[in-house]
């Protein structure tokens, strides 16, 4: 049964050094206020699976929390390379990074597979790909029934998935809805699950067809309201676009990456204090003039 408790106490209790850690979110509900938790209580060694890796992952890995990451693409959205990502790949900084890349149906497949409890995920997928020549995970059988050549891949069963969803209510049942991408096979595929929330309600009112988490599958819910920025929350919260465009410079240099990631994130206390404290900075670009 899910425990309502503040997200310093869930990820204090739930993520554990050398774990893997899955923060699902496509396009929106993307966990940032979980990742920066993740990164003050200086977590390492995690292995980070992501279908689609952005800027929390950058920060992650920039910051030394990582020691594999399991995905399908990765890049900054509409403006380009995560840098952190790139300088812990080409130029192991801060120190070397293993990468398993998957197709984003490998990756889907994957997380079902685990959800349903088996060893490994199979699809029509990577024909003409050069994935399979740089990740051996990536196999070929024949099918029992028709011959047919099919990929199989590892199934994806983290030790814990966080996630961020417009609504819980008091029992710990999680409402979430828009572009609902894996989060629901990620909680399902996991031994442990954390949930952050805009809201706590005393009715989840869920519409016919709603995607409800059930409060016994999972973890841990915390309220944190605006959690999912700088990315959006459909109903509660809009995209911003210039976040994502001045981290560009930021990530770029080390010193700078270092010097914004102790001011915003190292040196508040939670989620809220760092809304503040990027407001009172005027956005990213700010510690990119102060630590280049």
């Not at 009715?203 to 599958?217: R, T």
């Not at 240099?253 to 939670?270: N, Y």
Request: glycine content about 8%; proline content about 6%.
């Amino acid at each position: 049964m899910a425990l309502i408790t503040p997200l310093r106490e869930a990820v204090s209790s739930l993520v554990r050094d050398g774990d893997t850690v899955a923060l699902e979110g496509f396009t929106h509900l993307i966990p940032h206020a979980a990742g920066h938790e993740i990164v003050r209580q200086a977590r390492k060694d995690l292995t980070l699976v992501r279908m689609t890796p952005d800027l929390v992952y950058d920060q992650l890995i920039g910051m030394g929390c990582a020691r594999k990451l399991i995905f399908s693409w990765g890049g900054n959205p509409g403006v380009g390379s995560l840098h952190r990502f790139r300088d812990a790949v080409e130029r192991e900084w801060p120190h070397r990074l293993e990468i398993e890349e998957h197709s984003h149906a490998g990756m889907a497949n994957a997380y079902v597979a685990g959800a349903s409890n088996l060893p490994f995920a199979l699809l029509r997928g990577y024909t003409g790909s050069d994935l399979p020549k740089v990740n051996p995970n990536i196999r070929f059988v024949e099918c029992p029934f028709t011959g047919e050549k099919l990929a199989a891949i590892p199934s994806v069963r983290p030790d814990v998935t966080v996630i961020h969803a417009q609504k819980a209510d008091r029992r710990g049942n999680v409402l979430l809805w828009g572009i609902l991408g894996v989060q629901k096979e990620a909680v399902l595929a996991a031994q442990r699950s954390i949930v952050t929330v805009e809201e706590i309600v005393d009715d989840l009112e869920a519409p016919p067809n709603a995607c409800v988490l059930p409060s016994w599958a999972l973890s841990a819910v915390c309220h944190v309201p605006g959690g999912a920025y700088p990315s959006y929350a459909q109903g509660y919260s809009e995209r911003d676009n210039r976040f994502y465009k001045d981290w560009d410079p930021v990530a770029r240099s080390r010193d700078g990456f270092l010097a914004w990631m102790k001011r915003h994130v190292l040196d508040t206390g939670d989620f809220a204090e760092f809304r503040r404290v990027l407001a009172e900075t005027s956005g990213p670009g700010t510690a990119r003039q102060e630590g280049a």
